[in-house]
């Protein structure tokens, strides 16, 4: 109020002095700059480049510097800047709503335009102080339950936007400040109250968090770069599970129908998904092709052999591309070492069946063959050729020519009598096994002379 008893005096002064236009009217109005009466209590009048001051019976008070375009209005309380009626306490280009206490728009579409900028000195600050560009405080007082409370509320997103226009709901870019605290968004949780610093979602609805979180994400996080973390955790908790199963068996042939790969990854612009509309867009794209992301080797699987095998462990992202979830292979991975495990259980059993047997044989024939030694002695079995073999083997042998009789037997590993082969000839000479003749597996073949036995090998056939 005194302020504008000052200013009123002033201006009382200067109109009397160069102008002498004055009025008071009986009904106790006053009017300066023109001699009609006056239509409000203080009526200041002036031409289109001096200043309008209006004090009208309405309570209103209008201060109109210069031209009319350019207006600085007080209005019940309510002050406009550009504005012809301000809604709002304070108005800058428009006159607002009465849902908010400051109201700034600007008609400008010129290139860097903005509606609001701040800017906060820093040079001789010390050590000590902290220094804010914007502070924005909800006061929380007895908010209601229910209630939403926004520090900082900032939406660039319109229905009818074209696809060509960039949208930035919030940019914070920082650098060149102590190393290690630079951080272009903070966000940190307080207090004893679940939720998270840091919530980003695909969709504008909320989600109750359950914890104390850092961040907290709700959809698909797309990341171009390496993810370091000291740990993942993701729910396997029985409580969290329905429809269990077993998995399918034979997981250990599936597996090798995999097969692991080296490779590079491609660039997002090598797949044609990228438009390039400034010169910056091909910067950033040159500096990305030479970084280690796309240059360094890689180990993994090609997702459509996984099609057939484990389609669980696949999806299909946003661009139609299939992503393998390589931690769901882990269990696979376990049951078939297991799987593994029992065949090799199984084999050595068999072995040592067939150990035995083979230890019986011998004990047997032990007189015998010191009896005949000299026969025994020159009599050779030898390792078969090609072994494991497919398709067919040669078995070659020794016979001493006062033999009289030798014949060549195969087994199973049950000591099950497979094959019998009769030699007629003597001296070093060799017998040809065929695939066709025997099922894929593991035999074992003995040489026995004159009703002795010489010499016990082991050959595989596969598959």
């Known amino acids: 109020m005194k302020t504008l008893i000052v200013v009123i005096s002033s201006l009382l002064i200067l109109y009397n002095l160069s102008y002498s236009q004055l009025k008071v009217a009986s009904t106790g109005k006053v009017k300066i700059g023109a001699t009609t009466d006056p239509s409000a209590i203080l009526d200041i009048k002036g031409n289109s480049y001096t200043s309008h001051f209006y004090y009208g019976a309405a309570q209103n008070t209008y ?7 350019g207006k600085v209005i007080f209005d019940v309380g309510n002050v406009g800047v550009g504005a012809t009626d301000p809604l709002a306490t304070f108005c800058v280009g428009t006159n607002g709503g009465t849902y908010s206490k400051s109201f700034f728009y600007n008609s400008s579409i010129t290139d860097l335009s903005r509606t609001l900028q701040v800017n906060q000195k820093t040079d001789g600050v010390l050590g000590n102080q902290q220094l804010f560009g914007i502070v924005s405080y909800v006061d929380y007082g007895s908010a209601g339950i229910g209630a939403k409370l926004y520090g900082i509320y900032s939406s660039a997103y319109r229905g009818s936007t074209p696809n060509s226009t960039r949208t930035f709901g919030v940019v914070g870019t920082t650098g060149n400040g102590a190393s290690g605290y630079n951080y272009g968004v903070f966000g940190a949780l ?17 989600q109750m968090i359950n914890g104390k979180y850092a961040g907290y994400f709700k959809g698909d996080v797309h990341i171009t770069g390496n993810l370091t973390v000291t740990g993942t955790y993701p729910g396997s908790d029985i409580r969290l599970k329905k429809d269990i199963r077993n998995i399918d068996d034979d997981v250990l042939s599936k597996l090798s129908q ?27 794209i040159a500096e990305e092709l030479n970084s280690e992301i796309y240059t360094k080797d890689r180990i993994g699987l090609i997702a459509q052999e996984l099609l057939n095998t484990f389609p669980e462990v696949l999806i299909t992202d946003n661009s139609g591309y299939l992503r393998v979830n390589y931690d769901e292979l882990i269990p696979v991975i376990i049951e078939a070492i297991k799987e593994q495990q029992n065949i090799i ?11 035995s047997i083979s230890d019986n044989l011998k004990s047997d024939v032990i007189s015998d063959i010191v009896d005949n030694s000299s026969v025994l002695t020159f009599a050779e079995l030898y ?5 494991p073999f497919n398709t067919d083997t040669q078995i070659k042998f020794r016979i001493p020519e006062e033999v009289q009789k030798s014949i060549i037997n195969i087994y199973d590993l049950q000591g099950k009598q497979i094959r019998s082969y009769s030699i007629v000839n003597r001296g070093f000479s ?10 894929p597996g593991i035999y074992l073949y003995t040489l026995i002379v004159d009703g002795r036995e010489v010499s016990t090998k082991r050959m595989i056939l596969t598959e």
Do not use: C
């Open 430 to 439: 060799y017998i040809t096994i065929y695939g066709y003749e025997l099922d």
């Open 190 to 206: 307080q207090g004893t109250q679940n939720g998270s610093g840091v919530y980003g979602s695909d969709s504008y609805y909320e």
């Open 345 to 355: 259980d199984t084999l050595n059993e068999q072995i040592n069946h067939l150990t």
């Open 63 to 69: 201060l109109r510097p210069g031209l009319s375009s």
């Open 258 to 284: 995999l097969h692991a790969v080296r490779f590079k990854l491609k660039h997002e612009s090598e797949l044609g998904g990228v438009q390039l509309s400034d010169t910056v867009d091909m910067k950033r």
């Open 383 to 387: 390792q078969n050729n090609p072994n």
